[in-house]
């Protein structure tokens, strides 16, 4: 007996105005999805049993956060690193349940993550993103990922969202059992950050050879490394040792963006964290050291983004969003289209964080991509809120099923 059940993956939609990831006019067309993979995409296509009229509406490739934390409940070091793993994963599914429902149909979690939570993803268990993981990141003693405040005489080495790991040889074990476990690609902290307690900000942290090792490691395996630093003398450090993507970069100058440029390294900006750590950090109980690091930061962050369009660095998207501040997730995309204008946002989000991730199927609407994709009710160029604001109707689709908006439930 045939049944009348429409194969997941398999979809019509038709009528829509499509932006295919990288293309600045929009495209009147029909897509059709087969297997969860865009079979074709014209003015006419051939008809599944399901179909969605999408007259009126905008196709996009599904989003991309290139800088997500699962495991981020909080913006206190001690408690996310130290959490019941089963209660972060718990967590983790709600957030990224949230962030599947905004758009972002892939997330690359670049501290923390692990295979159990990425099978969970990939058996069904619980809706989310495609999901690319780092396993914890790998910091010095007193480095970014090092959240033993200076008074207190505790023992952390290894923790769930960050790892203490000194020494070249020592990281390349650390490297290759990431590598074992499942990861996308490597994590390090080459300079302080905000919310960690004993760090200033400018400082290179890790020695040369110790970025170097991390970085032969991930290369000779296919991979990368995304590295967390701000100021230029951390940059620097970080692409001439061979590192790929430059995670947050607020405090880049012109002659370190040429740099990036020239060894093709990513910068991958978070606006949305630190505006959400300005207007929200009382609510929330961010201590005072780390608004005083936050304000250091926060205004140089759309003048990073403007330096690395100038100097020719492809530019991802990613939010960085800890505890209650993920809900500001799209916050970001408003943010970061106001620093490079909306086109390039949407590039950002789609078509070059496919590409800083080596996923060619993802981040685009073409003929053998994956049918991750998100319909709005409007143009974002004409009516930008449609990208950005939570309240506006929007249709989100992974490998060709509609899995949160108005037309999942059809």
Not at 39 to 55: F, Q, W
Not at 137 to 160: K, N, W
Not at 249 to 274: C, I, K, Q, R, S
């Amino acid at each position: 007996m045939t049944s009348t059940t429409p194969r997941a993956g398999d979809l019509t939609i038709e009528n829509a105005l499509v932006f295919d990831g990288w293309s600045a006019e929009l495209r009147e067309a029909s897509v059709r999805v087969a297997d969860g993979t865009v079979a074709e995409l014209d003015t006419a296509v051939s008809r599944a049993e399901r179909v969605i009229d999408a007259r009126g509406r905008v196709l996009l490739p599904g989003l991309i956060d290139a800088h997500f934390h699962a495991y981020g409940i909080s913006l206190h070091g001690l408690e996310y690193q130290t959490s019941p793993l089963s209660y972060l994963a718990l967590a983790g599914a709600r957030r990224l349940r949230r962030a599947l429902a905004r758009g972002f149909t892939t997330v690359r979690d670049v501290a923390g993550g692990d295979l159990g939570l990425a099978r969970a993803i990939d058996n069904g268990l619980i809706p989310a993103p495609r999901y690319l993981y780092t396993g914890p990141a790998l910091s010095q003693t007193g480095g970014h990922g090092d959240a033993r405040p200076a008074d207190r005489d505790i023992c952390l080495h290894g923790g769930h969202m960050g790892e203490v790991v000194d020494g070249a040889d020592n990281l390349r074990v650390a490297v290759r059992e990431r590598f074992r476990k499942g990861a996308h690609a490597i994590k390090i902290m080459t300079s302080g950050g905000v919310v960690s307690p004993t760090d200033p900000i400018r400082p290179a942290q890790y020695s040369a050879d110790e970025v170097a090792a991390v970085t032969d490691e991930a290369t000779r395996r296919g991979s990368y490394v995304a590295a967390h630093a701000y100021s230029p003398e951390a940059i620097r450090h970080s692409v001439v040792g061979g590192v790929r993507s430059i995670e947050h970069g607020n405090l880049l100058d012109a002659p370190t963006a040429a740099l990036m440029t020239e060894h093709g390294a990513f910068l991958v900006p978070t606006l949305a964290a630190y505006d959400a750590m300005d207007r929200r950090g009382p609510e929330i109980g961010l201590p005072d050291f780390a608004r005083a690091k936050n304000r250091e930061v926060l205004d140089a962050g759309a003048l990073a983004v403007e330096l690395a369009h100038a100097a020719g660095v492809p530019v991802g998207f990613g939010t960085d969003l800890m505890g209650d501040l993920e809900d500001d997730q799209l916050v970001g995309l408003r943010l970061q289209a106001e620093a490079a204008g909306m086109l390039e946002c949407l590039r950002s989000a789609t078509a070059v964080n496919a590409r800083l991730l080596k996923r060619p199927d993802l981040g685009r609407i073409g003929v053998g991509a994956r049918a991750d994709l998100l319909l709005l009710s409007a143009s974002p160029f004409d009516d930008p809120a449609a990208l950005w604001d939570p309240t506006r109707p929007r249709t989100v689709i992974t490998g060709g099923t509609p899995v949160a908006g108005p037309d999942a439930k059809a």
